[in-house]
């Protein structure tokens, strides 16, 4: 031991920890080395460099002030990367893979903001064609437009955002199955129905969304 410590005093730790049955507290692993043949002196003067490669070391396992050994390479989260980056507790050969760590959590970090205010502006932008759909239709109610300009101004306004109506209350149809759902029993396809209230299909950028199918019946 006492040779192995001479020539590196981080090896012949790391063998202490491979060793022992049970975490070890920093002055466990000098009283092994000591045991071992190597002096007191040269155990205190080598310790702060040691520790540095310990608490960065992939096999090696710190918890509560006690030391041990994996046999499973750890990973540090992008938190434990960058307290060992700013405590200065990282050998220079190390200190590049912590960085990684950490410019990746901020990059995902990024990504995933990124998404949240994209979906929040959606949220937003659909609330707000809601309300402004709902203050047409009541300026429209209180002037008493006719119903049909009513219907026409309505289906002009959603035109806009890309809904186009299936069908329109109260026309005569033949049934489709992929574009109707009737009231109460089932109807064959082709059969001649009455439109109840009118579906949307939304005409998106990339395909065609059914929003709703238009209520039929017999």
Do not use: C
Not at 93 to 104: C, F, G, I, M, N
């Amino acid at each position: 031991m006492a040779g192995l410590f001479a020539d590196d005093p981080a090896e012949a730790v790391l063998q202490v920890l491979r060793q022992a049955p049970s975490p070890l507290t920093a002055q466990d692993i000098k009283k092994e080395l000591q045991a071992g043949g190597v002096a007191r002196a040269e155990v205190d003067g080598a310790w702060r460099g040691v520790q540095r490669r310990l608490v960065s070391h992939d096999n090696v396992i710190v918890e509560k002030l006690r030391y041990s050994w994996t046999g499973h390479p750890r990973t540090f989260s992008a938190v434990e990367a960058l307290d060992l980056i700013a405590r200065g507790s990282v050998l220079a050969e190390k200190k590049a893979a912590l960085v990684e760590v950490v410019r990746a959590a901020l990059a995902g970090s990024s990504a995933d903001l990124e998404t949240a205010a994209r979906q929040r502006q959606s949220e937003i932008d659909a609330v707000r064609a809601l309300a402004e759909l709902a203050s047409e239709v009541e300026e429209l109610t209180v002037n008493e437009v006719a119903p049909d300009v009513m219907i026409r101004q309505v289906r002009a306004w959603v035109k806009r955002t890309g809904l186009e109506p299936i069908e329109r209350s109260g026309a005569e149809t033949t049934f489709d199955r992929k574009l109707h759902k009737p009231i109460g029993r089932p109807i064959s396809d082709g059969a001649v129905v009455v439109v109840v209230r009118p579906g949307y299909v939304w005409r998106a950028a990339t395909e065609d969304v059914l929003i709703g199918k238009a209520i039929v019946e017999e």
